[in-house]
Every structure is written in C-alpha cells, then in structure tokens.
T-cell receptor
C-alpha cells in the first residue's frame, strides 16, 4: 500500500487565490512527522512546513498552512494568495521513527496563472 | 554560504566513465542522505550516513559507491552506469534521525548516462 498518496497530478490556480493540495498518508505508528516540500524546475527540494503527529494545532508558515486531520490521515497544504513564483511541483512526505528516510508522494504540479 | 551544496549541477557521462558527485552541508548536521529522483517516480532513498558511518543502504547496485569522509561532506562515486541511472540525484542533511527533524536538500545533480 502507498504510504503517501497525492491524488492531484496537476492543479491550476489564479494568482492571488488560495489553493489546497491534497495528501493522505498511511502509518500504524502513533509518532510521525509530515512535511511539504516545493520543487521548482531548477530541481532543489525546498522545505515548506512541518506537522508532528502530536501537534494539537495546524502548522502555519507565512502563506502556507497545513490542514491536519489525524483521524482521516490527511495533511493537506493550503497556499493562500498564490503568486506566480509558487508554480512548481509540491511533495508531501512522511517520516516514521523506525525509518531514517522520508517517504515521498508522487507530487502535484501547481501552475499559477496570471 | 547556502545550507547544502552539490556539484556538479549537471553531468553527462558514458557507460564506461567514472565520475563523482559531491555534497557539502554547512548546517552542522550529523546525518546525510543520497536520494534518486527518476522521471515519474517518487524520490527513492539510496544511502544514509550518520556521523560518517553508513547506516542504511537501500539495495543500491554496487556501481554506486558512497563515501562520507566527515560529517560535512558526502560523495557518490559512479562507475559503469546504465542509461536507466539517468536521474536527478539529491543530497540532504538533518540534525539526527528523529521523526520531527526536517531534512534539508541540496539543488541536485542532473545526471545523463549515454
């Protein structure tokens, strides 16, 4: 079974609007970390936001917020006030205590239109 | 100096060549990683080093040989590669292995094997 599922291969959003990128995960471990990364065409993976499984509140970092619904095992990324520079691939990832590496989803390509 | 650097950024090599990829982190981290990103596939972990000791080798063919001379530097030595090894190779680092710790990535090396 897929550990991280991103069901939207591509998304379009108008500049200045908000967009939600979906992510669901699968783990039986009560302790885990969830991450979102942005990958522009240059290739670098840029860390955006982190949510711990025991965190009571949804994480926020500037225009990025994470809609964490633990019972549904979902960790959707919300980008408010989209900018042209937000056009990129977005990856959801999970870290479990017994695994040293991040497990990545297949990504969502976001295109922001003027 | 940016957090994680990688050189070269682009590399074209023949199947009989030997080359090395270099990664350097300036974050004072103790763990370093090599990931492979092929077209249309999620990121795959290749190797993990902790305090210069290899702690995970994710069933990677022997034509890929990692080296970690100190906690700031990580190399990936390449020899007799195959065309299917063409991919983006990403280096990352993190403080340690705790699930809440963010991995910070370098810009990657785009490798083309002819």
């Amino acid at each position: 079974a897929q550990k991280i599922t991103q069901t939207q291969p591509g998304m379009f959003v108008q500049e200045k609007e908000a967009v939600t990128l979906d992510c669901t995960y699968d783990t039986s471990d009560p302790s885990y970390g969830l991450f979102w990364y942005k990958q522009p065409s240059s290739g670098e993976m840029i860390f955006l936001i982190y949510q711990g499984s025991y965190d009571q509140q949804n994480a926020t970092e500037g225009r990025y917020s994470l809609n964490f619904q633990k019972a549904r095992k979902s960790a959707n990324l919300v980008i408010s006030a989209s900018q042209l520079g937000d056009s990129a691939m977005y990856f959801c990832a999970m870290r479990e205590p017994l695994r040293r590496a991040l497990t990545f989803g297949s990504g969502t390509r976001l295109q922001v239109q003027p | 100096e940016t957090g994680v650097t990688q050189t070269p950024r682009h590399l074209v090599m023949g199947m009989t060549n030997k080359k090395s990829l270099k990664c350097e982190q300036h974050l004072g981290h103790n763990a370093m990683y090599w990931y492979k990103q092929s077209a249309k596939k999620p990121l795959e972990l290749m190797f993990v080093y902790s305090l210069e000791e290899r702690v995970e080798n994710n069933s990677v063919p022997s034509r890929f040989s990692p080296e970690c001379p100190n906690s700031s530097h990580l190399f990936l030595h390449l020899h007799t590669l195959q065309p299917e090894d063409s991919a983006l190779y990403l280096c990352a680092s993190s403080p340690f292995f705790a699930s809440q710790e963010t991995q910070y990535f370098g810009p990657g090396t785009r490798l083309l094997v002819l």
